[in-house]
């Protein structure tokens, strides 16, 4: 079965530092591996996702997430926060026909 | 691409009324939708798995007769909730894959707040 572990709950950091939220999962499957972005009161925003290739991911809003096998994680990164990029973030693994989320990692920019 | 949208946004009902929640793909194709539940500052929790013509698959746990899935077309999929009460107050969100193109992403509809007085 697959599993998913955001290792943070929450996250505060300064405008324009850089961050990492971390995310371990488990998978006895093919691994397929997503970051979502939920703003306050609304759904669920792709940010990047990882299906085959390079292990370095290139999402939207200048988000990067990096696939490493060895030591099952998906971290997502971003050099430079702001303000707006405060929201919870979810982790994801595709399982047998559907997502497993992580319990999210809250993101708080402080100016 | 990949838009999907949900109505109502905001729904407020009495305790013992049902209430219907739409969830359509706007340029796409999807012969798959989900149904998920988010209590305040938890994850998600899937519901059901919705397919296009054929009966959704229901989670552990998760009320059928309660929770009515219909999924008519490539383009719509509905959730009534059944003699709502209080408990079932929560937020609402689909989303849905598109079957023609990347199989693996699924694209979520910005949610329904659902309030039972």
């Known amino acids: 079965a697959q599993s998913v572990t955001q290792l943070d709950s929450q996250v505060p950091v300064f405008e324009e530092a850089p961050v990492e939220l971390r995310c371990n999962y488990s998978s006895s499957v093919s691994v397929y591996l997503f970051w979502y972005v939920q703003y306050p009161n609304q759904g669920l925003q792709l940010l990047l996702k990882y299906l085959s290739g390079s292990t370095l991911v290139k999402g939207i809003n200048g988000f990067e997430a990096e696939f490493n096998k060895s030591q099952t994680s998906f971290h997502l990164r971003k050099p430079s926060v702001h303000i707006s990029d405060t929201a919870e973030y979810f982790c994801?693994?595709?399982?047998?026909?559907?997502?497993?989320f992580g319990q999210g990692t809250r993101l708080t920019i402080n100016p | 691409g990949a838009v999907v949208s949900q109505h109502p946004s905001w729904v407020i009902c009495k305790s013992g009324t049902s209430v219907k929640i739409e969830c359509r793909s706007l340029?796409?194709?999807?012969?798959?939708m989900f149904w998920y539940r988010q209590f305040p500052k938890q994850s998600l929790m899937l519901m059901a798995t919705s397919n296009e013509g054929s009966k959704a698959t229901y989670e552990q746990g998760v009320e059928k007769d309660k929770f009515l899935i219909n999924h008519a077309s490539l383009t719509l999929s509905t959730l009534t909730v059944t003699s709502a009460h209080p408990e079932d107050s929560s937020f609402y969100i689909c989303?849905?894959?598109?079957?023609?193109?990347?199989?693996?992403?699924?694209?979520f509809g910005p949610g329904t707040r659902l309030l039972v007085l």
């Open positions: 989303s849905a894959r598109d079957a023609t193109s990347d199989q693996e992403t699924q694209y």
């Open positions: 994801a693994v595709r399982g047998a026909q559907k997502l497993v």
């Open positions: 340029d796409f194709q999807a012969t798959t």
